[in-house]
Each structure stands twice: as C-alpha cells, then as structure tokens.
C-alpha cells in the first residue's frame, strides 16, 4: 500500500511552489492517500504479463517534416500575460533559483 | 553559498597532491528550420516572441510532434562519436518551475537517451586522449531571460525579468561525458582540445552552427579533486554555460586551484553549480545542488516513443564525412604542412576555408597566410568568424592569381581585400577602379632607379663594389616613389643591371 507522509507533500508543494500553512497540510496529506490508494487498485488489476506503458497507443516513430507552419503574432502570444514590457512577458524576479 | 575567501593554489602544486577528474556537459542547438515539437521558425535574433506558438508557449491543451529532422541529425552526431543508437527509447518531463520554460516542464530524455556508450578521440600536444561519452540525448531549449534592476544581468538585485520565448523549444543534443580521468596537469587543455573537437565534429555533420558566442553551442564543467592516487572522487562542482573554448580551459584551471585550496586548508568542497566570469576567469557561487534537482522525470505521454529502424541508423551512418582526425591528416599531408602551421589552421576555424581557397586554385601556403593573416586580423579586429569577414575563398583566390600573375604585389594585395570588404566588385574590377595593378612599363620603372641611384649616391657604390645585399635600400626607395606599385622583383634586376 503506497503511502504519502505529510513531510513528502510538504516536499512536493515546495517543489510547485505552492505555499502550504501546517493546517493545509494536515488536511490534504490524508487525502492524497485516498487518492494514490484508489490508483494503487488499478495496479493490482495489472498482471505481470502487462508491462507498464506511458502511452495508450502501441505507435512508434510520429514524425513530423522540419517545414515552418505560421505561429502567433508577438500581439497574440503576449495577450494572456499579466505585464507586458518591450514585447516580452514581464515576471516578478525568483530568487535563489538562478537556472 | 560559501562567503570565505579561497585562496587558491598555484595549478602546478595542485597536481603535487590531487588528482582532477572532469565531466564536460555540452548543448549544441540544432540547425533545423523548426523547432523540436512544433513548426515554429528557429532564427537566430529575430524580434521577441515573434517566433511562437500554442506548443512551445506551453498553452493548454496544445499537443506537441516530433521534428523527425532533428531526430536524424541526434542519430548522426551518436554516430559520429561512435556511440550505440537505442533501438527505442521516450522522451521525459523534466519538471521545475522557472518562468524560462513556460510549460512548467522542459521535454527532455532521462533515462533512455537515443545515444549512449561512445567516445571522441583528443589531441593534446601529440598525445591522444580518449573521452568517453556517456550518453547524447534530445532536449529542448529554453526562453531568454533578461533579469532588469540587477546591476550584471543576473538575478541578484533585479526587481522583475523579462522574457522572450523564441528560443523556447528549439532543439537541443545534450552530450555528456564519463568522468574523463589521468589527464593530470593537462585536463585543463584536454577539456578544451575535446570542446573544439566536439565543435568540428558537429561542424562537419552540418547539423548546427556550433557558434559558441551565440549560444549555439554551450558547455557546463564538472570539477572534482580527489588526494593523488586515490580511487575514490572528490565532490565536484558545475560550472555553467562557460562559452568559448578558452573559457573551458580557463574554468577547470580555476576550479582546480579553488578546489585545491579548500581541501588543503582542511575544509569540504560544496557541491553547488558555479558561474564563470570572462574577465577574470573566476568562478563564483551559484545555486547549491539541493532539493531543487528533484526534478521527477517521468515518461512524457503526449509524445511516442522513438524507435530508429536498424535500417535507417545505417543510413545514416552512410552519410557521416569522413572523421576529422582522418581529415586532417590527410590534408596536412596534400597541403605540405607543418605540423605547427596546421595546428594554427584548424585552432583559427580555418580549415574549411582554406580547403576551398585551395580548390579554387590558390598554392596551399598563399591560401594559410591570407586567411591566418590579412583576414584573421580582420575577423579578430571586428568580432566576426573567419566566414563573416566579407571575403570569399573564390576572392582569395582570385586576389592571390593576382599576385601570381604578378599584376599586383602582397601589399597592394591588402588594398584589394579592403576593397572587397567595400563591396567593390570583383578582385580585378578592384585593382582597375583603385588603379593598383603594379608597374610595369620598363620605362616607368627605369625612371624611378635612376632616380633612386642619383638620390643615394654611397649605396650605388656599394653594389657597385660588389655589395649586392645592400639594393634593398634602392628597392624603397623606388617602391616609395611607384606609391607601391611595382613589383619588387622587377625592381631588383633594374637596379643590379644597371650598377653591377
Ligand atoms: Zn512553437
């Protein structure tokens, strides 16, 4: 039985940068294990004649041609984002994450 | 981060007690017309995110496909560095949340790289080191992050950063080294003999611009020292995006003595990624390697897998030039030169142009002085690569059958080039219009001796008196008066006939 520890999804909210308070994790800690619990019954109906797949599909090898399709426009591309400065998506600084 | 100051060993006492182990991580950006999983264009410099779409944007629901043409040019630099091609193998979610990478994953591969198991051969003052390489898998690049406030263009000190999306998912081979061991004094110069060996190789398959200034081409360095004869490693560090092949040798030279200056002073290496400064060739602290490398890869569901038909990887192969090293040794060998003269010839990026300055109908040594001289000072004075001076190998070798034809001389050659770089026309339209094919009316000439014999009477005599040697003087003199256009030769056998 797969289990998820509090300190793991403490872990994982770090991980998406999700800001998680002690209470927030006492409440969803338990409901993660609901969760993998219910997917862990799926595993149990695998038998070991059934390799795990990460696709529904048995294809291989979809390619497509290195051939330019048009895209969007700068005006396009930039219209979801909160702030917009010299054509580019203005985001507030990350610190100690430097890529 | 470590605040303490280091204080560094000299490299050679470093190599009295440790011994260096390297790991070289490089990117080379393919040169496909799209990108990695969508059709948009892959230009360099064009305006900010004018070259984007839903898939590379990472909006919802937007589904990516594989560029098959960079699949073929990942088989090709797998084969070239005598790697295995995997039979089948997926791409994987690289998972961290950094505004670069708009999807909140980059599509990577982890643990089924297409390439895996080769090597590339290196030369280091004759010796051959053998680098091994790990693995070559497919990846995409990420945006371009310009970081505002901050007073360097990092993050440090800046209130926001603005990002530019073109860049975000143009494909990207990343070629990974085994721990390179037993290059002792000479890693520094091994790591930066396999960066260019890598750049040519990579080069001669036509599958990317390998401009490392551009960013086509870019290098992380693994460092660690452990106590000579040890078998057990030292913590290392990354070095990251350390970009030209000076910067290389520069970084693990540096690395070695910081490390080296920790542990001899008792302390413990963090392992931590570094940046490299151009200016003084240092490193400093960057991110410390920590929960944040927890990337959770897992296989990517929105592509299949790729599986290279046998028959096709050996297609492929079919298609691979000829292995630099062989290349070279058997141009050295047409070509008649020196070891030194080709080492220079390669190291300059001259190779290609020198080859087809030759086919063009240039000697193989006039072809080596124009473009290791006149046009590398010209390159290395503007900033520019050996192609992008403005001259072609054909006009090289058109200027060059000038001089042969003795129309014109070496210096008056130089004008020519200049010339050239003006758009003016062809070499011989430029020696027409400019007036500077060289004397060669007798008449002219003969004038201009006697003038140079009447105005130095004392060297006259001395020719007269047998001392050939010193007709130098009368040459200047009369190439000053002919403004450089005479041929010095010509020069030389008027004035000796007329004194001796
Ligand atoms: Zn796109």
């Known amino acids: 039985m797969p289990e998820i520890s509090r300190d793991e999804v403490a872990h994982l909210a770090d991980l998406a940068r999700i800001d998680l308070d002690d209470a927030e994790l006492d409440h969803l800690a338990p409901q993660l294990n609901v969760i993998l619990e219910s997917v862990a019954s799926i595993q149990g109906v695998a038998g070991d004649d059934v390799p795990p797949t990460s696709h529904p599909i048995p294809l291989v090898n979809v390619f497509r041609d290195d051939v330019i399709r048009p895209g969007l426009t700068p005006q396009e591309a930039l219209s979801g984002a909160p702030e917009v400065d010299e054509q580019r998506f203005s985001v507030p600084r990350i610190l100690g994450d430097e890529q | ?500």
């Open chain 2, 1 to 500: 981060m470590t605040s303490a100051v280091t204080t560094l060993v000299p490299f050679e006492k470093v190599l009295e007690t440790f011994d260096p182990t390297m790991g070289l991580e490089v990117h080379v950006e393919l040169n496909t017309a799209t990108k990695m999983f969508c059709g948009c264009p892959t230009e360099f410099g064009a305006e900010p995110n004018t070259q984007v779409c839903p898939t590379c944007l990472g909006l919802p629901g937007a589904m990516p496909v594989v560029n098959g043409a960079a699949v073929e040019s990942a088989i090709r630099i797998g084969l070239a560095l005598n790697c295995e091609i995997a039979e089948w193998c997926r791409f994987a979610r690289k998972n961290y949340f950094y505004p670069d990478m708009p999807k909140n994953f980059q599509t990577s591969q982890y643990d089924e790289p297409i390439c895996f198991e080769g090597y590339l051969d290196v030369e280091v003052d004759g010796e051959t080191y053998r680098v091994e390489i790990e693995r070559a898998h497919m990846e995409e690049d990420t945006g371009k992050a310009t970081h505002i406030g901050g007073a360097t263009g990092r993050i440090h000190g800046a209130s926001h950063s603005l990002i530019d999306y073109n860049r975000a998912g143009i494909p990207l081979i990343e070629i990974v080294t085994k721990p390179i061991r037993g290059t002792g004094a000479k890693a520094p110069e091994v790591a930066k003999a396999y960066v260019a060996a890598l750049r040519e190789l990579v080069k001669g398959l036509g599958v990317s611009d390998v401009r490392m200034d551009q960013g086509s081409m870019r290098c992380d360095v693994n460092l660690s020292l452990a106590p000579k004869g040890s078998e057990v490693l030292g913590t290392r560090t990354e070095t990251k995006n350390v970009n030209s092949l000076r910067s290389v040798e520069r970084a693990v030279r540096y690395e070695m003595s910081r490390h080296a200056g920790i542990l001899s002073a008792g302390g413990s290496i963090l392992q931590e990624t570094r940046h490299f400064h151009e200016g003084d060739g240092s490193t400093s602290a960057g991110r410390e390697k920590s929960d944040a490398e927890d990337y959770r890869y897992f296989p990517e569901p929105d592509l299949v897998p790729v599986a290279p038909a046998r028959e096709w990887v050996e297609e492929l192969r079919g298609t691979l030039p000829e292995p630099p090293a062989v290349r070279r040794a058997r141009l050295q060998e047409a070509w008649g030169f020196s070891d030194m003269e080709m080492r220079d010839t390669v190291g300059a990026g001259a190779l290609e142009l020198v080859e087809e300055t030759i086919a063009a109908g240039a000697a193989p040594q006039a072809a080596r002085k124009w473009w290791l001289g006149e046009l590398a000072r010209r390159a290395n004075d503007h900033g520019l690569e050996l192609t992008e001076v403005g001259v072609t190998p054909v006009q090289v070798a058109e200027v060059q059958g000038l001089v042969d034809a003795k129309t014109i001389n070496d210096k008056l050659a130089r004008q020519v080039f200049e010339g050239l770089y003006a758009g003016e026309g062809t070499p011989a339209e430029i020696v027409e219009k400019r007036g500077l094919a060289v004397v060669s009316d007798d008449g002219a000439l003969s004038a201009a001796v006697d003038n140079a014999i009447a105005g130095n009477p004392d060297v006259a005599q001395k020719i007269r008196d047998g001392k050939v040697a010193a007709a130098g003087a009368l040459i200047g003199a009369v190439m000053k008066e002919m403004r450089g256009q005479a041929d010095a030769g010509r020069v030389r056998e008027l004035i000796l006939a007329k004194l001796t």
